[in-house]
């Protein structure tokens, strides 16, 4: 007979109030950390908390168990206020096996909580884990709150009624682990009941092992005596609304359907996969109903065509890839610019270059974005600073590339993409449709001229079989009011010309740089992409050390705002820290003569805020 959740629920143990806690869930790629890290987040979100999440996959697809090739991690940070990163150094790590614990032990505070299951530490884990001796009997973890947990045996006790044979049991022991988890954090478990039944209910007897595996790590950590209270964190006080947690690729999914839907138009979306970019496929293939189309490609090449030939039909043509893929579509990014047709290339950054590592983030494809064209081939670029951000940064891309008719560059990152956050559900009135306006016949009878210009240098969007709009379509040069074929130098400095001031135009059309803090002073650090809540609580912190220092965080990194040069000149010293070698740092310093500063680093991971706070401090000092 199951127990009520109302007296489930209810722990026997005192508990202590936190306003944040950071949490690390590690253990092999095949140990359903990603699932249960997710439930976590998800959990809580429903909970009220806000939250911010960092999955870290391994970059072998199928690592041999137990190496630490194979090691896959979750990092949360759970809060009762506004927070903008999943966390620097954790306060409770749960690692499954020895090589989890290994690689991320050096993530966990000193004198934080270490729940390890004992039986990944046998002689075959050790050796796995190229260990000599084990972490549990070395000395190596004193100074940790150390738990030992027999959790495999006990999932096995916990679900041996089911009838499963060991593999399959075995494999019930994460939903164990984050039960202890959520007794520990005082989370619900309703949200993840109601997971297991609705991912399992076609496996009715896997559904209730992993039910019972969940009860039991709760009930664990309630009748152990190794722990002697509990924590609890209280909602976060974020602006009324309604909200759902969200992951950044999701997100982009999701603002490109809106935009879509408010265009009244048909969302193409071409692509071939490639990790961290597949989820975006993905979700938009589940939106059909919304009147989205996507093709899975060959290649990249012939993803990006297929999207220009819908941008070409009157849809809403997107295509999306990481950074080997965008180089493989490079040429026909410059197609598509010449051919001045509205296309969104979304380019999720990952480790680079070549294949490089796959599941890690990095934001080194500024510079391939602004430059990795042949010939003048100025492109728009916007960046997404969070996973909620990328919703409304794929609106922003629709309406300059209807705008101005242009291919418009969407900048996101590994981190971004896998990373989630609350999100708050905007009211359709909220959102601003972009309005799209196909060429019509010519009344007058004068012939259509298809690369005459408006008041934003854009030229019309002609759909073909439209009677009297028949034009010419290719990469040759046009000629600058016809279309027709043209060869002539002076037509194609024209032309050259137009392109690039068109581009330049959109910087009148995009909103002014702000800045938070003072207007002038010591210090700005200017951030751009995923760097974005690493930079604004780093800041946050040395401005209330008194410290004269602002924060400004760019969206649109192609052209800039305006007033960024008179803002950039305001401050005595510009920081840019980038997940790269320095690209915006050169970029700025050119463009704007003056003397910027990088912090940089390529190592796979996010900025800590501990790190960026030390470098400003050691800057103002």
């Given at each position: 007979?199951?127990?009520?959740?109302?007296?489930?629920?209810?722990?026997?143990?005192?508990?202590?109030?936190?306003?944040?806690?950071?949490?690390?869930?590690?253990?092999?790629?095949?140990?359903?950390?990603?699932?249960?890290?997710?439930?976590?987040?998800?959990?809580?979100?429903?909970?009220?908390?806000?939250?911010?999440?960092?999955?870290?996959?391994?970059?072998?697809?199928?690592?041999?168990?137990?190496?630490?090739?194979?090691?896959?991690?979750?990092?949360?940070?759970?809060?009762?206020?506004?927070?903008?990163?999943?966390?620097?150094?954790?306060?409770?790590l749960v690692a499954m096996n020895a090589a989890a614990l290994v690689e991320n032990i050096e993530s966990l505070k000193k004198g934080g909580v270490l729940i390890v299951n004992e039986e990944g530490f046998d002689a075959k884990d050790l050796k796995l884990a190229h260990l000599d001796q084990s972490p549990l009997d070395d000395g190596s973890i004193e100074g940790y709150r150390v738990?030992?947990?027999?959790?495999?045996?006990?999932?096995?006790?916990?679900?041996?009624?089911?009838?499963?044979?060991?593999?399959?049991?075995?494999?019930?022991?994460?939903?164990?682990?984050?039960?202890?988890?959520?007794?520990?954090?005082?989370?619900?478990?309703?949200?993840?009941?109601?997971?297991?039944?609705?991912?399992?209910?076609?496996?009715?007897?896997?559904?209730?092992?992993?039910?019972?595996?969940?009860?039991?790590?709760?009930?664990?950590?309630?009748?152990?005596?190794?722990?002697?209270?509990?924590?609890?964190?209280?909602?976060?006080?974020?602006?009324?609304?309604?909200?759902?947690?969200?992951?950044?690729?999701?997100?982009?999914?999701?603002?490109?359907?809106?935009?879509?839907?408010?265009?009244?138009?048909?969302?193409?979306?071409?692509?071939?996969?490639?990790?961290?970019?597949?989820?975006?496929?993905?979700?938009?293939?589940?939106?059909?109903?919304?009147?989205?189309?996507?093709?899975?490609?060959?290649?990249?090449?012939?993803?990006?065509?297929?999207?220009?030939?819908?941008?070409?039909?009157?849809?809403?043509?997107?295509?999306?890839?990481?950074?080997?893929?965008?180089?493989?579509?490079?040429?026909?990014?410059?197609?598509?610019?010449?051919?001045?047709?509205?296309?969104?290339?979304?380019?999720?950054?990952?480790?680079?270059?070549?294949?490089?590592?796959?599941?890690?983030?990095?934001?080194?494809?500024?510079?391939?974005?602004?430059?990795?064209?042949?010939?003048?081939?100025?492109?728009?670029?916007?960046?997404?600073?969070?996973?909620?951000?990328?919703?409304?940064?794929?609106?922003?891309?629709?309406?300059?590339?209807?705008?101005?008719?242009?291919?418009?560059?969407v900048l996101s990152d590994g981190y971004v993409a896998n990373g989630s956050e609350p999100w708050r559900i905007p009211e359709l009135s909220e959102l601003k449709p972009t309005e799209v306006k196909h060429a019509a016949q010519p009344s007058n009878g004068e012939p259509f001229l298809p690369y005459k210009r408006n008041e934003h240098g854009a030229r019309p969007w002609a759909i073909?079989?439209?009677?009297?709009?028949?034009?010419?379509?290719?990469?040759?040069?046009?000629?600058?009011?016809?279309?027709?074929?043209?060869?002539?130098?002076?037509?194609?400095?024209?032309?050259?010309?137009?392109?690039?001031?068109?581009?330049?135009?959109?910087?009148?059309?995009?909103?002014?740089?702000?800045?938070?803090?003072?207007?002038?002073?010591?210090?700005?650090?200017?951030?751009?992409?995923?760097?974005?809540?690493?930079?604004?609580?780093?800041?946050?912190?040395?401005?209330?050390?008194?410290?004269?220092?602002?924060?400004?965080?760019?969206?649109?990194?192609?052209?800039?705002?305006?007033?960024?040069?008179?803002?950039?000149?305001?401050?005595?010293?510009?920081?840019?820290?980038?997940?790269?070698?320095?690209?915006?740092?050169?970029?700025?310093?050119?463009?704007?003569?003056?003397?910027?500063?990088?912090?940089?680093?390529?190592?796979?991971?996010?900025?800590?805020?501990?790190?960026?706070?030390?470098?400003?401090?050691?800057?103002?000092?």
């Open positions: 007979m199951s127990t009520s959740m109302e007296d489930l629920l209810k722990s026997s143990k005192p508990s202590e109030q936190l306003e944040s806690v950071t949490i690390r869930l590690v253990g092999d790629s095949g140990d359903g950390i990603q699932v249960i890290g997710s439930e976590l987040g998800t959990t809580s979100a429903l909970m009220g908390s806000d939250i911010a999440t960092f999955p870290d996959y391994p970059a072998e697809i199928r690592a041999p168990r137990g190496t630490r090739a194979g090691v896959s991690g979750y990092q949360i940070q759970i809060a009762s206020e506004d927070i903008f990163t999943p966390g620097d150094l954790v306060d409770a738990i030992k947990v027999k959790l495999t045996s006990l999932t096995r006790g916990a679900v041996e009624s089911v009838g499963l044979n060991t593999k399959l049991a075995d494999r019930c022991k994460n939903f164990f682990a984050i039960g202890l988890v959520y007794w520990l954090y005082g989370r619900e478990l309703d949200r993840t009941l109601r997971f297991i039944k609705e991912k399992f209910g076609k496996r009715p007897e896997i559904a209730e092992a992993n039910e019972k595996a969940l009860r039991a790590g709760w009930y664990y950590g309630e009748t152990t005596e190794a722990f002697v209270s509990n924590y609890q964190v209280g909602p976060a006080k974020l602006p009324p609304g309604k909200y759902r947690n969200i992951m950044g690729n999701q997100s982009l999914a999701w603002g490109l359907v809106a935009a879509a839907r408010l265009s009244d138009i048909d969302l193409f979306y071409g692509s071939y996969p490639i990790t961290p970019a597949s989820p975006i496929l993905e979700e938009l293939s589940r939106q059909k109903n919304f009147r989205v189309k996507t093709f899975q490609a060959e290649d990249e090449i012939a993803a990006i065509c297929t999207s220009i030939g819908a941008a070409f039909g009157g849809a809403m043509a997107v295509t999306g890839s990481s950074g080997p893929g965008i180089a493989l579509k490079g040429e026909a990014m410059g197609l598509a610019m010449i051919l001045e047709l509205p296309l969104i290339i979304v380019n999720i950054q990952r480790g680079g270059p070549s294949t490089g590592l796959p599941t890690k983030t990095e934001q080194s494809d500024l510079l391939q974005a602004l430059y990795g064209r042949n010939g003048e081939s100025p492109l728009p670029i916007v960046a997404c600073a969070s996973p909620s951000d990328c919703f409304d940064v794929a609106q922003e891309a629709w309406r300059i590339a209807v705008k101005f008719m242009t291919p418009v560059i073909p079989g439209t009677p009297g709009l028949m034009h010419r379509i290719g990469g040759l040069e046009k000629a600058a009011l016809t279309g027709n074929v043209s060869y002539s130098a002076e037509n194609h400095q024209t032309m050259t010309d137009q392109r690039a001031e068109k581009i330049e135009k959109i910087a009148a059309d995009i909103p002014a740089q702000t800045v938070t803090g003072p207007d002038r002073g010591d210090l700005l650090v200017l951030s751009w992409g995923g760097t974005y809540g690493a930079s604004l609580t780093a800041v946050r912190r040395v401005q209330a050390a008194g410290l004269s220092v602002a924060h400004a965080h760019l969206r649109h990194l192609c052209p800039f705002p305006t007033n960024l040069g008179q803002l950039l000149k305001n401050y005595k010293k510009v920081l840019i820290p980038e997940l790269n070698m320095g690209q915006l740092r050169s970029v700025i310093r050119s463009t704007y003569l003056v003397d910027a500063q990088g912090y940089n680093k390529v190592k796979g991971k996010p900025f800590t805020v501990d790190e960026l706070q030390a470098h400003i401090t050691e800057l103002l000092s």
